[in-house]
């Protein structure tokens, strides 16, 4: 008997010195705005000339945001830029309005941009992607951008799976098929990798 408890008196200080010497994982850093900030206009500063011409710090959806306005090169043509970047409850989200540099061709998406920024809405969304019709407009869910994004019916929109991005542009046949409004996000938690 005395031997048994020996054995299982030593098994118990193994377990006990294993689990003082094992660190509780650590919780990833939850990135700041600031941080999502840079993280965008590294990913921003790739394009070819890219300059940035203001930011300023604002609210959008009731959440603090970023506005900065820059252009930059395209294929040979210039083009402008509006960029927001949010701080959502779960992510952040990043959206830009592109046109090419020349006032008409730039104005002419930018009400249609100015309306989805209105009615924009963020959603606790799990699931897939849907998009309803309703009287001129249609209203698309993104669980993935945690948002309700409510564009004009003569849109379009395409996916970008890789870096989890929807992008819109007006009719083929219009001049708001040259300007984009795009969606997409930075992680909240920043890997320490």
């Known amino acids: 008997m005395h031997k048994y408890q020996h054995i299982?008196?030593?098994?118990v200080m193994v377990l006990f010195l294993a689990s003082a010497c094992t660190k509780p994982p650590i919780p990833p850093k939850e990135r700041s705005l600031a941080e999502a900030r840079q993280k965008v206009l590294v990913l921003f500063?790739?394009?070819?000339?890219?300059?940035?011409?203001?930011?300023?710090?604002?609210g959008l959806l009731g959440r603090a945001a970023v506005r900065m306005e820059a252009?930059?090169?395209?294929?040979?043509?210039?083009?402008?830029?509006?960029?927001?970047?949010?701080?959502h409850p779960k992510l952040f989200n990043v959206i830009h309005y592109t046109a090419p540099d020349d006032n008409n061709l730039f104005e002419a998406g930018y009400p249609a941009f100015q309306t989805m920024l209105k009615d924009l809405e963020i959603i606790n969304g799990v699931g897939t992607l849907t998009v309803t019709e309703h009287e001129g407009h249609k209203l698309m869910r993104s669980?993935?951008?945690?948002?309700?994004?409510?564009y004009p019916n003569d849109w379009v929109y395409s996916l970008d799976e890789l870096n989890r991005a929807v992008v819109f542009s007006g009719p083929r046949e219009e001049p708001t098929w040259l300007t984009t409004v795009s969606f997409s996000i930075v992680d909240k938690w920043a890997d320490e990798s």
């Open 143 to 150: 669980p993935d951008l945690q948002l309700a994004i409510r």
């Open 45 to 58: 500063s790739q394009l070819d000339g890219f300059e940035m011409e203001k930011q300023r710090e604002v």
């Open 8 to 11: 299982w008196t030593l098994g």
């Open 71 to 87: 252009h930059w090169n395209h294929a040979g043509q210039m083009r402008r830029g509006i960029i927001y970047v949010v701080d």
